[in-house]
């Protein structure tokens, strides 16, 4: 462990002199909700949409049919809708939050077991109210989202690992509910940031006659908070609760989707698309500023890549000390890009962070 202290107080050494104060304020782009909508939101959103549908297909075939081809298709299938949830769950504002959509899709963490004890009586009980068109909608948004679906086919539901099991059928309905359920989540997100919808169209073009945004400033606060929070998120929720203290307090199971070992592969792409969310921006810099930009971005970078460098599968990896090194590494890499975006990237647009989705919880 020393020599990882070591390498990790040299990248921080590193990180520090290349920072240096913000020195001046400067205008917020005129177009920057096109530039994050049309450039980063919108796609990300479709892929969203995209992948929830290609789950539930996979799932519809599976159900009837639970040979091992069909099998890897709905893991390929799971995963493929993990990593693009990862790509637009820090945009906690708008549609997301509407609804309670946020929640619905990911209902996590999860100390109490809610999921795991609703979705086992749900299986008991075989309702077919529950496999109706939008019959989940109404229930708990804890029998929803994607942590539910990973508990029917990773978890005691044992729909992947025991398609002979005598509550097979009834948890790979309920499975190709949830799949449904969250494709009409995500038809409704992606709808309500295209261009037209009264949402998308006034983050697209903000103004004075907009009772959402009013001005540019308006539209850069929202997004560098929504990218604030989410690297926050990503240190305080997803790392700090597995790390502990050291390698021998490890707790991996706190993880995220770490029933399907898609835990890091989740956290590099939720990191990565927050570097692509900002590069949209396309932010301009005075001379001698262009450092705020490029370092945020390589901050960013640097900590996706040490999250996706982390072994398999993940109980194992994290509880080693390479992979150790690599979850803390990614901590503290989180920690500095949160620093850069609020103390200069934000002040250097004169944006105010201010309160986020975290505080007080």
Not at 106 to 114: E, L, V
Not at 218 to 235: D, H, I, N, P, W
Not at 262 to 274: C, D, E, I
Request: proline share 6%.
């Amino acid at each position: 462990m020393r020599a990882s202290r070591c390498l990790i107080a040299a990248a921080l050494l590193a990180t520090a002199s290349a920072i240096a104060p913000a020195v001046s304020t400067a205008p917020v782009p005129a177009d920057l909700g096109e530039r994050l909508a049309s450039g980063y939101v919108s796609p990300a959103m479709q892929r969203w949409a995209s992948t929830t549908t290609a789950l539930h297909t996979a799932l519809t075939r599976y159900c009837p049919a639970p040979l091992p081809a069909e099998a890897n298709a709905v893991k390929a299938a799971f995963g493929a809708a993990v990593q693009a949830w990862s790509g637009i769950a820090f945009l906690r504002f708008g549609p997301l939050v509407a609804e309670n959509r946020y929640e619905r899709i990911a209902f996590w963490p999860d100390p109490r077991n809610i999921v795991s004890r609703q979705l086992g009586a749900m299986v008991r009980a075989a309702d077919p109210a529950d496999l109706a068109p939008n019959g989940l909608y109404g229930r708990s948004v804890a029998v929803q989202g994607l942590p539910a679906l990973e508990w029917l086919l990773y978890g005691d539901g044992e729909v992947l690992a025991a398609p002979s099991g005598a509550t097979f059928g009834a948890a790979c309905a309920l499975s190709a509910a949830v799949a449904a359920n969250l494709a009409r989540i995500a038809t409704d997100l992606s709808g309500a940031w295209g261009p037209e919808v009264d949402f998308g169209k006034q983050f697209r073009t903000p103004g004075p006659q907009n009772n959402l945004y009013r001005s540019p400033q308006e539209v850069a606060a929202e997004g560098l908070k929504a990218l604030s929070t989410g690297l926050q998120f990503a240190r305080d929720v997803h790392l700090a609760p597995v790390l502990g203290k050291d390698v021998s307090e490890v707790r991996p199971k706190r993880a995220a989707y770490w029933r399907s070992d898609l835990t890091t592969a989740a956290l590099a792409a939720n990191l990565a698309a927050m570097r692509e969310f900002l590069a949209a921006a396309d932010f301009r810099y005075g001379a001698g500023e262009a450092w705020i930009g490029e370092q945020t971005q390589s901050e960013i970078a640097r900590a996706a890549g040490s999250a996706g460098a982390v072994g398999h599968p993940f109980e194992t990896a994290a509880a080693s000390e390479n992979g150790y090194r690599l979850l803390t590494l990614t901590a503290l890499t989180l920690h500095n890009a949160k620093q850069l975006v609020d103390q200069d990237l934000a002040a250097y647009f004169g944006v105010t962070i201010g309160f986020n989705a975290l505080d007080g919880d």
